[in-house]
């Protein structure tokens, strides 16, 4: 696996673990405050803008090997 491959799975790995905590720990709610929240918008919006960023290249991509 690329480093990129790595990154990328730790991403989901560490989401998979939040809702975990979430879904199976509801003692653990109360650490969940203001900035976890912050921190997990910023990463959403970073995360849908990469994914718009990697969808123009692939159809930009697509489009020469067409033309």
Same mark, same amino acid.
């Given at each position: 696996?690329?480093?990129?491959?790595?990154?990328?799975?730790?991403?989901? $790995?560490?989401?998979? $673990?939040?809702?975990?905590?979430?879904?199976?720990?509801?003692?653990?709610? $109360?650490?969940?405050?203001?900035?976890?929240?912050?921190?997990?918008?910023?990463? @959403?919006? @970073?995360?849908?803008?990469? @994914? @718009?960023?990697?969808?123009?290249?692939?159809?930009?991509?697509?489009?020469?090997?067409?033309?």
């Amino acid at each position: 696996m690329s480093d990129l491959g790595h990154m990328t799975n730790g991403i989901l $790995d560490n989401a998979l $673990d939040l809702v975990e905590i979430w879904k199976t720990s509801p003692w653990r709610r $109360d650490e969940f405050g203001r900035r976890e929240l912050e921190d997990i918008e910023k990463a @959403q919006k @970073q995360l849908a803008g990469l @994914q @718009q960023y990697i969808l123009i290249y692939m159809n930009r991509k697509r489009l020469k090997e067409i033309a």
